[in-house]
């Protein structure tokens, strides 16, 4: 099983991104699915969560403005993110609980500064 996110990129303080993250390989249940970042020298924190249900659990950092949510006929998972600031550039790195099992994505750097 593997998780292909993309989406990343350089935006200027109030833009917006949109990310995608895409599971493939011999998936039988996707549970949870979310998104992650690390920024340098910080820990990585949870972004967003949408569970097999459609739950959805946000940061503090990023409600109202991230927007996640779910296509399971395309096992992808996408993240809206409007009126970025400079404190959400971080490496953003995708999560499925697939198969029973915890797996991650590469990651996608999305940088924000003018």
């Known amino acids: 099983v593997q998780l292909q996110a993309s989406g990343g990129g350089l935006v200027q303080p109030g833009g917006s991104l949109r990310l995608s993250c895409t599971a493939s390989g011999n998936i039988f249940s996707i549970n949870t699915m979310a998104w992650h970042r690390q920024a340098p020298g910080k820990q990585r924190e949870l972004v967003a969560a949408?569970?097999?249900?459609?739950?959805?659990n946000y940061a503090d950092s990023v409600r109202g403005r991230f927007t996640i949510s779910r296509d399971s006929s395309k096992n992808t998972v996408y993240l809206q993110m409007n009126s970025l600031k400079p404190d959400d550039t971080a490496v953003y790195l995708c999560?499925?609980?697939?198969?029973?099992?915890?797996?991650w994505g590469q990651g996608t750097q999305v940088t924000v500064s003018s």
């Open positions: 949408i569970t097999g249900g459609g739950s959805i």
């Open positions: 999560y499925g609980f697939i198969n029973r099992i915890n797996s």
